[in-house]
């Protein structure tokens, strides 16, 4: 079976996906929404991140029946009668590292019931087999150009949504995958439903889009919105809904009626411009995405229309996600209370760490190889920027590396004794020991195409498949001077009369992570305060305001579409995910940070501003 789909659409009315999670443990009550109000036609999950990967392949290492997300089919089993009456058709990436663990798992649950689907399952992401020819070519770290390490806890690459088209196409109720790109889920089904071809490049990059936008949950309907007092209703957030037509031109995100949550161009907007680099050239395996473009217009109440993406051809390569131990960690916090809390927390920290550098030498092991200490409530992790003050009550963060296990149990074990040597206020013991954990590094890297073999089960039998690679683009790697994106500092003129902001007054703004890079999305109030941001917000006062976190030149991108500046920092998480030893390892306060900075505009742009 080769991955085409038919030339005429299998539909003519919109299709309508709904996206019950964006990360393994979010809520359960999404998915139950969305089956009996959202009125949809697909059920799509994102479980997987980097990190999650390397948890699940250690399950599966502990046991051959564990490594996927066990959540998903406790609720599918518990939904299912309801899913099968309204023939709704399920998409998921819960398999990690056992697809057909997790696949047989939701049979059996179903049989229970006295029920049964059509249950297929997409493989073929895992190299672990392939890393000694790899090793043996040199394979290096896409970003870093290190090495790579001794040995692997998992290597996965992310898969698009081809296999998933033609697991729907040959019948499949529910198709679970391990790791393919977020998006995938949602370009699937309107690959299958509406026939497109996989080169259609401006439909697989809006169905790519709509991926995008939804597959982290309610973060698009108002969840983590800069402007939170306005969205209602928090303990019941509408999950997401998009509703695409078969043209491929556009599609209207919404969420189902008389749910919390709040759906208008801003909230999309936040999300558009999470975790992505180069808007540009924005790249998936079925297609390279330019989003710069992108139009948002209010349709109605909680429904935004999103147009204007653009594709260009798939890249020839596959992005590889592998995870390695590099020793261990362990990460506890202290609460302490009184008059100068700030300082003797600092103070407290730093004996702890004195204490235990002196009995591991005593003990004849080396020091710590990375030790973090922060006082949270003190704005520490504001860097130069925290308002200091006579700070009353905070919580210590204290952290540490070593390549045994032993030397960051000995920390852990030395938390508790402060509470009597050293200053008064401390307390926070209730929670016991903090648990070492181990140091799990992310080492990502490219690898053709054609070196990979998706393949695909229905019903436990092998289905005849062949990836199609219509009119591949041999570009990998998004070029570093994409000047449609990129754009040029304005040197207009400033008026005599200007205003001193927080650029809190003239935008919102959303960060992520990927690895040990982040990215901070500032979204403008009006065109005229864009223009100012373009002015005054350069990669070089981004930069200079991160320094504490970066050494690393910034880079900029233009999103003029919907007024959106998208700021890429390399290097700035100290290693990213549980790598990290800071209290924010994914950089998800970065841009409520820079919200904060004072900018100098034009005093006419605040006339601007809704």
């Not at 957030?237 to 161009?265: N, Q, R």
């Amino acid at each position: 079976m080769a991955a085409t789909s038919s030339s005429s659409p299998r539909r003519t009315r919109a299709l309508r996906i709904g996206c019950a999670s964006g990360f393994w443990g979010d809520s359960e009550a999404g998915a139950s929404q969305l089956v009996h109000s959202g009125q949809i036609d697909y059920l799509v999950f994102d479980y997987l991140a980097e990190i999650t990967m390397s948890l699940l392949a250690r399950a599966r290492a502990k046991s051959p029946d564990a490594g996927y997300a066990p959540d998903f089919v406790k609720v599918i089993s518990r939904l299912a009668p309801e899913i099968k009456a309204q023939g709704i058709r399920v998409v998921a990436n819960a398999g990690g590292v056992n697809p057909r663990a997790c696949a047989d798992a939701l049979a059996t649950a179903l049989k229970a019931q006295g029920l049964a689907m059509h249950i297929a399952v997409v493989e073929g992401d895992d190299l672990s087999d392939q890393v000694p020819s790899l090793r043996s070519e040199g394979t290096r770290e896409m970003f870093t150009q290190e090495s790579m390490p001794s040995a692997f806890l998992s290597v996965n690459a992310y898969l698009g949504a081809q296999p998933i088209a033609a697991a729907l196409d040959a019948g499949a109720q529910v198709v679970i995958t391990g790791r393919v790109v977020d998006s995938a889920v949602t370009l699937g089904p309107l690959v299958h439903e509406f026939g497109w071809a996989w080169n259609d490049w401006d439909k697989l990059s809006t169905g790519s889009l709509a991926g995008h936008v939804i597959e982290c949950g309610t973060q698009c309907t108002g969840g983590l919105f800069t402007d939170w007092r306005r969205v209602p209703g928090w303990d019941d957030m509408g999950f997401p809904i998009a509703e695409c037509d078969a043209d491929g031109a556009s599609f209207v995100l919404t969420k189902p009626a008389h749910t919390g949550g709040l759906v208008e161009p801003a909230t999309i907007a936040e999300q558009i411009v999470y975790e992505i680099a180069d808007p540009c050239h924005y790249l998936l395996p079925d297609v390279t995405c330019d989003f710069s473009q992108v139009r948002l217009a209010q349709e109605g109440p909680d429904r935004v229309r999103v147009r204007g993406a653009r594709g260009k051809p798939a890249p020839s390569t596959y992005k590889v996600s592998a995870t390695w131990n590099d020793g261990w960690r362990v990460l506890g916090t202290l609460m302490i209370g009184g008059r100068d809390a700030a300082d003797k927390a600092r103070r407290v920290g730093e004996s702890i760490l004195m204490r235990c550098s002196r009995l591991l030498a005593e003990r004849g092991i080396s020091g710590f190889t990375e030790t973090s200490l922060e006082a949270l409530g003190s704005e520490a992790t504001y860097g130069p920027h925290a308002r200091t003050g006579d700070v009353r009550e905070v919580v210590l963060k204290i952290a540490a590396k070593h390549p045994q296990r032993e030397a960051v149990e000995l920390l852990a074990r030395e938390f508790a004794p402060s509470a009597t040597a050293m200053a008064q206020g401390i307390t926070g013991f209730a929670a016991g020991r903090p648990s070492p954990s181990p140091v799990v590094r992310l080492f990502s890297f490219l690898i053709a195409q054609d070196r990979v073999t998706p393949c695909i089960q229905l019903d436990a039998t092998t289905l005849p498949f062949e990836s199609s690679r219509l009119g591949q683009s041999s570009d990998a790697k998004s070029p570093e001077g994409t000047e449609a994106c990129s754009g040029a500092v304005d040197s207009a003129a400033v008026s005599q009369s200007t205003a001193r902001v927080p650029l809190l007054k003239l935008a919102h703004g959303r960060s992520g992570d990927k690895g040990d890079t982040s990215n901070i999305g500032i979204v403008a109030r009006s065109d005229a305060a864009f223009a100012e941001l373009k002015r005054v917000l350069t990669e070089d006062v981004v930069r200079s305001y991160f320094d504490h976190v970066t050494q690393e030149p910034v880079r900029r991108y233009e999103l003029p579409g919907f007024n959106a500046l998208n700021f890429v920092l390399q290097k700035a998480l100290g290693g990213g995910g549980v790598a990290s030893l800071r209290y924010d390892p994914q950089g998800k306060a970065f841009a409520q940070m820079l919200l904060d900075l004072e900018v100098e505009v034009d005093a006419s742009v605040l006339d601007t501003l809704p």
